[in-house]
């Protein structure tokens, strides 16, 4: 069963004798009190900040959240731009004309269908 695993034997029972543990049990009461709070819970952060304030725990960020992957919980509150990109977009500015030629370019005579290409060249001054 390990060769088509691909594990080593020393894995196996390394997991064997290390079963998973749940991450700071004895504070998890108080994180789940400090998040049921509010009504849209909060943060690891400001749970951190509450566990060392009235708790006096000496605990890291991290390891709170990693306690909250482990009980299930997150927070419903999102910052209101942390994922709203840039974006210069205005809509149509300026006027449009309609499609006349319709990408049909063949004209009988000369002069009968002209089009142009608006380009921007750099200059000394700016842009021409």
């Given amino acids: 069963m390990l060769?088509?695993?691909?594990?080593?034997?020393?894995?196996?029972?390394?997991?064997?004798?290390h079963p998973p543990r749940p991450t700071r049990p004895e504070l998890r009461e108080a994180a789940a009190e400090?998040?049921?709070?509010?009504a849209n819970g909060c943060g690891h952060?400001?749970?951190?900040?509450?566990?060392?304030?009235?708790e006096g725990a000496v605990i890291?960020?991290?390891?709170?959240?990693?306690?909250?992957?482990e009980?299930?919980?997150?927070?419903?509150?999102r910052r209101e731009t942390a994922y709203h990109r840039y974006n210069s977009y205005r809509?149509?500015?300026?006027?449009?004309f309609e499609n006349v030629i319709a990408r049909d370019?063949?004209?009988?005579?000369?002069?009968?269908?002209?089009?142009?290409?608006?380009?921007?060249?750099?200059v000394a001054g700016g842009k021409a």
């Fill in 91 to 96: 809509g149509v500015v300026g006027r449009t």
């Fill in 3 to 17: 060769a088509c695993a691909e594990l080593k034997r020393s894995t196996y029972y390394y997991a064997l004798a």
């Fill in 105 to 122: 370019f063949d004209a009988g005579a000369p002069w009968r269908k002209l089009g142009t290409d608006v380009t921007e060249f750099k």
């Fill in 71 to 77: 009980m299930g919980i997150r927070c419903g509150i």
């Fill in 34 to 38: 400090i998040f049921s709070r509010t």
């Fill in 45 to 54: 952060r400001q749970i951190a900040m509450c566990l060392r304030a009235e």
């Fill in 60 to 69: 890291a960020d991290k390891t709170v959240l990693k306690m909250m992957r």
